[in-house]
């Protein structure tokens, strides 16, 4: 089993921004910026060939919730998202990044207080 799927069992604590019966968004712990997130199907998908136009259409919607979310809260200056396949494609399974991005160059925070910024109040619930 993939570390993402692991993730979605409950097998692996994650810092989750966005859950729902279908996606589920969390803080990346390595990130390449602060408030980098991964947005995953919770159903095993490997990659853009391979999952469905309404599991994407779910990944987009929490895109957008997720670039509002980080907008909000962490100041950067731009947004980035990143999918990967084939070679580029670490973890196989389906997974957009979101990546802050800031003009000035940041000190990266520990996963846990990025994490602490964003969740006040705003762990949406459906
Ligand atoms: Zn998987």
Excluded: W
Excluded at 39 to 51: A, G, N, R, Y
Excluded at 98 to 110: C, F, G, W
């Amino acid at each position: 089993m993939d570390i993402f799927c692991k993730i979605i069992s409950g097998e692996i604590p994650a810092y989750k921004l966005y859950e729902d019966d279908i996606v589920l968004a969390f803080l990346d712990i390595n990130p390449q910026t602060n408030g980098h997130t991964l947005i995953i199907p919770k159903k095993h998908f490997l990659d853009i060939d391979d999952i469905d136009n309404e599991t994407l259409k779910k990944i987009t919607e929490t895109a957008r919730y997720i670039k509002k979310l980080i907008s909000s809260k962490l100041d950067c200056d731009g947004i980035t998202f990143v999918q990967n396949n084939g070679e580029c494609e670490e973890v196989k399974h389906y997974h957009l990044h979101v990546i802050p991005h800031y003009k000035e160059k940041q000190e990266l925070l520990d996963v846990i207080d990025v994490y602490n910024k964003l969740k006040d109040e705003n762990l949406k619930e459906k």
